[in-house]
């Protein structure tokens, strides 16, 4: 794989990112489709983490966190490093350091299906970081990997610019192209959700709002 760095990509208008802010990744996932949902190992560091923003990609080999240093540095204000290191769990590719050079240059967050360290540290700067594991062990800072270009993550195929939201629940993707028809759909479902809310709370069931007794009796359920 040959080695580059893209230092311009397109992204999402703020405006349109920002109506994105008050959406679980959960509400954003069942908008798009059920898609985009990364690997559920893919978790928050730490409770109440939430991230959301364009997709910043980085691609280091496994073991090594050169490229991690040079993604910070080409990043802008609100992006969110979405990282690949092959999975690799045997090394921490994410620290104090990278976490306070993030902050400085605004980054908004850190996804990777690989491990990070310093946790205490990460956990009290409340940056918010997304990861498989956690390892104390380092990493080499030697070899060549790829920024700004499409990469795997988590089970999903992530382009730079996408959109990236995580909270309790897990990390979405959503691409670029496809955002304001996701919201859309979004805003429509958090409506059908409080309509069935307030009729639960009136006392109807969740199977009639649903309808899910349709389903029971169609799947043969009996009852005596």
Not at 21 to 41: I, P
Not at 166 to 175: E, L, N, R, W
Request: net charge neutral; glycine share 12%; proline share 4%.
């Amino acid at each position: 794989m040959v080695s580059h760095v893209i230092r311009s990509v397109a992204r999402p208008r703020p405006e349109l990112l920002a109506k994105f802010e008050r959406l679980s990744a959960a509400t954003v996932y069942e908008a798009a489709g059920q898609v985009g949902a990364m690997d559920h190992d893919v978790r928050p560091l730490g409770v109440g983490m939430r991230v959301c923003g364009p997709a910043l990609t980085v691609w280091c080999p496994p073991g090594d966190n050169l490229m991690m240093h040079k993604a910070v540095t080409v990043a802008r204000p609100g992006d969110v490093l979405v990282a690949d290191v092959g999975g690799y769990l045997e090394a921490g590719s994410w620290g104090e350091i990278l976490t306070i050079a993030a902050r400085e240059r605004g980054i908004a967050g850190l996804v990777t299906n690989g491990a990070v360290r310093d946790v205490g540290r990460l956990l009290a700067l409340g940056f918010p970081v997304f990861c498989r594991g956690v390892s104390m062990k380092g990493t080499t800072k030697k070899k060549l990997g790829r920024v700004n270009h499409a990469i795997w993550c988590g089970g999903v195929y992530v382009q730079p610019g996408d959109l990236v939201v995580g909270d309790d629940d897990g990390v979405v993707v959503v691409a670029r192209e496809r955002m304001r028809e996701v919201l859309q759909l979004a805003v429509e479902r958090l409506e059908r959700e409080e309509e069935i809310l307030k009729a639960v709370k009136q006392g109807r069931s969740t199977l009639e709002m649903l309808g899910l007794e349709e389903i029971l009796a169609a799947e043969g359920l009996l009852e005596e």
